[in-house]
């Protein structure tokens, strides 16, 4: 009987190795996810931000570079993830660095840091759009990060 | 040749026209940015090395006036400014800003200028 218990340690040990292996890649996967969660909440910081700065109209200078230090520090907070994030989202990568560049360009583009005589609705409509399509673009990839599908793409990474 | 935007201009610079304050977009194009190309375009077509790790933050109308208005304003042509430009950055904090700087040079119209006979 003695290869029948070796046959079983053996078959034990492949399938506490392949557990420990799904184990990591759990918690690596998991880690990923966290982080689009902590990403997605501050590109609503950057959206909210931005759109006070485009709806409302400070009284004086030191309002308007307030406003937007305010849209400034949201957006900064959101660069800080930015690489990491392009290797999370994986085929989505392209489509995530669009949306952050028109994210971008809408929040803190056009007359921004200019003296203001008027309010921009237009403009603070098109941010909460392009807030809305990248968020939802990062919720799609989170799902992916989460499915067992990515294990035979990506691997398991140790490093994370 | 090499700019260090941080220190041979500023570390937080902002706005799009001179009225937006001292550190804003045409003017870091037009005193520095122009003149280092032309330069390097004289000697031979080195480019011009920008270095943005420095900097903390840029506003996107600071980074489109300063990088897109060289085509925009036609100063250069896209070919001259993507021979004669390259941005260096190796923080990745700053990657998004340096993807912002090529979609503006690629994205960006010469202006028509108003025809003599209008």
Same mark, same amino acid.
């Given at each position: ?47 909210? =931000? ?15 570079? =307030? ?34 560049l028109?994210?971008y360009d809408?929040?803190?583009g ?19 759009? =392009?807030? =809305? ?28 | ?24 977009g ?32 840029f506003?996107s109308s600071f980074l489109e006036e300063a990088f897109g208005g060289l085509v925009r ?5 896209r070919?001259?400014v ?5 941005i ?9 800003f340096r993807d912002a700087i090529a979609k503006y040079i690629a994205s960006a119209q ?9």
């Open positions: 009987m003695p290869e029948s218990i070796w046959g079983k340690l053996f078959w034990i040990a492949i399938g506490a190795g392949i557990s420990w292996l799904l184990q990591q890649y759990r918690i690596s996967r998991s880690e990923d996810a966290a982080l689009v969660n902590e990403h997605i909440k501050d590109i609503e910081k950057l959206r909210d =931000a931005a759109q006070d700065y485009w709806l409302e109209l400070p009284d004086d200078l030191k309002g308007e570079r =307030a406003a937007s230090a305010r849209v400034r520090a949201a957006h900064s907070a959101t660069t800080l993830v930015y690489p990491q994030i392009i290797e999370i989202c994986g085929e989505l990568c392209d489509d995530y660095k669009d949306l952050s028109a994210l809408v929040a803190m056009g007359n921004f840091e200019s003296p203001r005589t008027d309010i921009d609705p237009i403009r603070a409509i098109d941010t909460h759009d =392009a807030a =809305a399509t990248l968020i939802h673009l990062l919720r799609k990839a989170r799902r992916d990060v989460l499915s067992l599908s990515r294990l035979g793409k990506y691997g398991i990474d140790f490093k994370s | 040749m090499m700019i260090d935007i941080a220190k041979s201009y500023s570390p937080y610079p902002s706005g799009r026209f001179p009225t937006d304050g001292t550190h804003n045409q003017r870091f194009r037009d005193t520095v940015l122009v003149p280092a190309m032309q330069e390097a375009l004289r000697q031979g077509g080195e480019p011009v090395v920008v270095n943005i790790d420095g900097v903390r933050t506003g304003k036609g100063i250069f042509t070919d001259q993507r021979s004669g430009l390259k260096v950055c190796t923080k990745p904090h700053l990657f998004l010469p202006e028509e200028r108003p025809s003599l006979h209008a």
